[in-house]
């Protein structure tokens, strides 16, 4: 399917497990990012990635490892869950045309519970 | 930092009422400004766009304008319906630089429409 898909879309697994989160984009797009979704924080960057093998923290990287070996997956890792990363994850992917950075695309999302 | 403030929700109003969701930032330079939404169960998509000063991003009956001198881009629709139930979303990006199109999200505001 075209587009960006995230897998699964709903996770439960307990503290101290290795959780890791898929994201599959067709386009191309160079860019790629995921992002978490908090009652009364919005969305907060995790990391990023401007091209395969280039990656870069973003606001709230700590407990988190990402990869990016192909252009079109990103998966996250959160290596030893906590409670605290409890929260809905979205990957969102962008073009760079002519220079300028463009709309992000996003995922559905995956709602991970830590317990 | 850079920084976008969002009116307190959730806001909730009649159908055909009028709208208008309040955004402020805090900019180190001049970023582009976005309005996304996430309908139930979904991720985001965008709404719409401006990228200077002055500029008014518009789509499906949705506008905003660009402030620069008050440092506002409020969102506003002359006639809500029940499926613009949403949480919304104010953003900010810079086009070039080492950025990458990182946004910068406020932290959401939800808008419940009732027949």
């Known amino acids: 399917d075209a587009g960006i898909t995230q897998s699964p879309r709903y996770k439960i697994t307990e503290t101290g497990r290795q959780v890791t989160l898929m994201c599959h984009q067709t386009w191309s797009h160079s860019y790629m990012f995921w992002y978490r979704q908090d009652l009364g924080h919005g969305l907060r960057l995790i990391y990023y990635s401007a091209a395969a093998d280039i990656t870069d923290k973003g606001e709230v990287p700590d407990g988190y490892v990402v990869s990016r070996s192909k252009t079109e997956n990103f998966p996250l890792t959160l290596e030893s869950a906590t409670r605290s990363q409890t929260s809905v994850y979205f990957c969102a992917s962008s073009p760079r045309q002519g220079g300028s950075y463009n709309e992000q695309f996003f995922g559905p999302g995956t709602r991970l519970t830590v317990l | 930092g850079d920084s976008v403030t969002q009116m307190e929700g959730p806001v909730t109003l009649s159908e055909e009422a009028f709208l208008t969701i309040n955004c402020t930032y805090t900019a180190t330079g001049y970023p582009s400004l976005f309005w996304y939404v996430q309908y139930p169960g979904e991720g985001l998509q965008l709404l719409l766009k401006a990228t200077k000063a002055d500029d008014k991003g518009s789509n499906k009956g949705f506008e905003a304008t660009y402030r620069k001198e008050t440092t506002s881009f409020h969102l506003e629709k002359g006639s809500v319906q029940v499926s613009d139930s949403a949480v919304y979303f104010c953003?900010?990006?810079?086009?070039?630089?080492?950025?990458?199109?990182?946004?910068?999200f406020g932290q959401g505001t939800i808008l419940t429409v009732h027949p």
């Open positions: 953003a900010l990006t810079y086009a070039g630089g080492t950025s990458y199109g990182k946004l910068t």
